[in-house]
């Protein structure tokens, strides 16, 4: 498909700043009545009762084209992010921390398929309950501090309300619509729940990687920046070999009701473990091989706002699927992300108070060195909160550094933002990129909106030694010191990085700037560390590690050569995210591989209608015909680009941040940065 590459860098490519957008549907119904969904309290119709009614313990049924069709409309109106819609249809209430998303069904699909600790399961169509409705702590409370007992592992918070919701579409045929789709249901036809499950995390997987694929051209200059760092071709997200929806898998036997709940004990990783943990885990509890199972943490990528960990802001990456993720992570060469991290949803409104302008949000200008070339400045350290009942508090996560820290990697050879005309209405139906010519006469925006020319960065006064023993001015200056709105486990950044998990807070060290020991919270003042500098306390040095060089068995690269090639290059980590996510939904149905790790060819599973695999939909409403089979069409004309150059995805894939929506569009983004408004525009949550 050359002429996508050449249509689309005509429209929205590196050299054109044309914002303009088609409005497009998520999807266009026959009739009216045919788009009418069930209001709250409306009951659903289950359809007849059939003698093929689903038995759990037995492989589920194959599926028709049809019922993959119907499932498909029916999983993408569920996840809608028009809260209109969410409030109207009864499965989510405003501020509610269970949602029904992207998101969401992208986490069920792993933890669906984590194995039990005596080995067996895998994906199976349940979830045990443990802790599904425990209070969970929360900074942002001026109670409960030091009072939570501190977490070893992960667990299925948060899910429940997805599941009752698929519970939903599973044993009917008509809902959330009020016209049926289906004869009968998926349950009574003898489907398994765990195939439903799976499919519908597929269908939000292709939603999300439309995102990110339009964001190649949309949304390129701070967060997804492999157009500009590696090209546009390498950014889109293609298919070399399918990846399929596949049918056969078993729901667990339980006695519990309803029958998605199980007690019986999960094999679930450390919430707090370092990348060894982590790459260990994956091979013994899911048989992956350390590229496949690195390359699909680059989900985390997709950002959220997390509950039950006990943090604020959002989880770091570019809010897309992309190998962005591993370069923040290995500190490659980047331009400047957002000034406040996230999505495009990532801004407040409260009341009349705007946080920003949406040209300055949306960040339609890239930073690097005053040459214009990225730079590598993306460092991190340790903070530590105020929940856990122990003498160092916790939890404690991985912080990003600002850009202008003293401790930065590279904050003298960042360029000044300042350059930019910071005004409110600074052109936003020409792009940001004004220049004050008062402050930075020598600096320009080149034809990609990338800054030239420009003076560097101020970088802030030397800080060391502990909080404690500051001046009171000095405390006032380092309280808010160091890092911005984003975090990350120490999991993550040691897949690259050398350092270790410890302490009673579960802290990252092991490595110079980590290794300052933590000492002993006063909980009566509520400082953190007697030792650590920065945020009462609370916040180390910055990590000063080498680099991770465990080489897992039967692998002959380390995990920092790993990362590092996924880090590098975007098409290397797609076919590989892709893959992985083959081999994770597939868990517990292979047969003895004659290897060390596994592949697809190992399962029992049989594949499902190929209408139901990745790209097929997508394709198909572009009118593409995919002859003779989708699986010959992918091989004969790989890489195969599969998204609508046209496609108006929304701008983010869970809830939203506070009262910013996802249930908005690019297309009503940009329109509306256009006409000057700020971050109010987003908060629409009825209509």
């Not at 429209?11 to 044309?18: K, N, R, V």
């Not at 209608?609 to 593409?624: A, D, F, H, I, V």
């Amino acid at each position: 498909m050359s002429y996508f590459l050449i249509y689309s860098c005509l429209l929205f490519g590196i050299f054109s700043h044309s914002l303009a957008l088609p409005s497009k549907p998520a999807f266009r119904s026959e009739s009216e009545d045919d788009d009418a969904y069930l209001l709250e309290g409306e009951q659903p119709n289950p359809g007849p009762e059939m003698d093929t009614v689903y038995i759990p313990g037995t492989p589920g049924a194959a599926w028709t084209k049809e019922e993959v069709e119907s499932t498909r409309r029916r999983v993408m109106k569920m996840i809608t992010p028009v809260w209109k819609e969410k409030i109207d249809m009864g499965i989510w209430t405003l501020f509610d921390k269970r949602t029904t998303d992207e998101n969401k069904l992208i986490r069920l699909a792993f933890h669906d398929c984590i194995p039990y600790e005596d080995g067996t399961g895998g994906c199976d169509g349940c979830l045990n309950w443990e802790g599904m409705d425990d209070p969970f702590p929360s900074v942002f409370s001026q109670t409960g501090h030091y009072s939570w007992k501190p977490v070893l592992k992960t667990n299925n918070q948060f899910l429940d309300r997805v599941v009752e919701n698929l519970e939903k579409i599973y044993k009917n045929i008509d809902w959330p619509y009020t016209n049926p789709s289906l004869e009968v249901s998926l349950y009574q036809s003898g489907k398994s729940r765990a195939d439903l499950w799976q499919f519908a995390a597929l269908v939000a997987l292709e939603e999300a990687l439309e995102r990110a694929n339009r964001a190649c051209d949309l949304d390129y200059h701070q967060r997804q920046q492999v157009t500009l760092l590696e090209g546009r071709k390498e950014c889109e997200i293609k298919l070399t070999k399918p990846l399929k929806f596949m049918t056969g898998r078993k729901d667990c036997i339980t006695q519990e009701d309803p029958t998605y709940k199980t007690y019986h004990e999960e094999n679930h990783p450390k919430l707090f473990g370092d990348g060894k943990d982590l790459i260990d885990y994956g091979m013994s509890a899911f048989g992956m091989s350390p590229e496949h199972w690195s390359a699909l943490q680059g989900i985390h990528g997709i950002v959220d706002f997390i509950d039950g960990p006990g943090t604020k802001y959002t989880w770091f990456g570019s809010g897309y699927i992309s190998n962005t993720y591993f370069k923040q992570i290995a500190n490659k060469p980047m331009y400047k992300g957002p000034s406040t991290g996230g999505d495009l949803s990532f801004t407040d409104c409260i009341g009349d108070f705007e946080s920003a302008p949406l040209w300055k949000t949306f960040g339609n200008f890239s930073v690097g060195k005053p040459d214009g070339e990225p730079n590598s400045n993306n460092g991190w350290r340790v903070q530590c909160w105020h929940l856990w009942n122990t003498t160092e508090g916790g939890p404690c996560f991985m912080r990003p550094i600002k850009s202008n820290a003293w401790d930065a990697p590279n904050p003298g050879q960042e360029a000044n933002e300042m350059c930019f005309n910071q005004r409110w209405d600074a052109s936003p139906s020409d792009g940001p990129c004004q220049i004050n010519t008062s402050r930075c006469p020598d600096a320009y925006c080149d034809e990609n909106n990338i800054l030239r020319g420009a003076r560097t960065q101020g970088v802030t006064q030397t800080y060391e030694g502990p909080y404690q023993d500051a001046s009171q001015q000095e405390q006032n200056q380092r309280k808010w010191f160091g890092v911005d709105n984003r975090f990350g486990f120490p999991w993550e950044i040691g897949m690259y990085w050398n350092l270790t998990v410890g302490g009673l807070n579960q802290r990252a060290m092991g490595c110079p700037g980590l290794d300052v020991p933590f000492g002993t919270i006063d909980r009566e003042t509520e400082l953190g560390s007697p030792n650590w500098p920065y945020k009462k306390g609370f916040a180390s040095p910055a990590m000063n590690c080498g680099l991770n060089d465990y080489k897992p068995m039967g692998c002959p690269a380390s995990m920092h050569e790993i990362i590092d090639e996924l880090a590098t290059d975007n098409e290397i980590f797609a076919e590989k995210f892709l893959e992985g996510w083959q081999l994770m939904t597939n868990n517990g149905y292979f047969q003895a591989p004659s290897t060390r790790f596994l592949s697809q060819s190992d399962t029992y599973l049989e594949d499902g209608p190929e209408n139901g695999w990745l790209g097929y939909y997508s394709l198909s409403q572009q009118g593409r015909v995919m002859e003779p089979d989708f699986e010959t069409f992918i091989e004969e004309n790989k890489p195969v680009w599969f998204t609508d150059p046209s496609a108006d995805p929304w701008i983010c894939g869970h809830k939203g941040h506070f009262i910013a929506s996802c249930g908005n569009r690019f297309s009503y983004f940009i329109e509306q940065m256009k006409q000057g408004r700020g971050s109010c525009a987003l908060n629409n949550p009825w209509n």
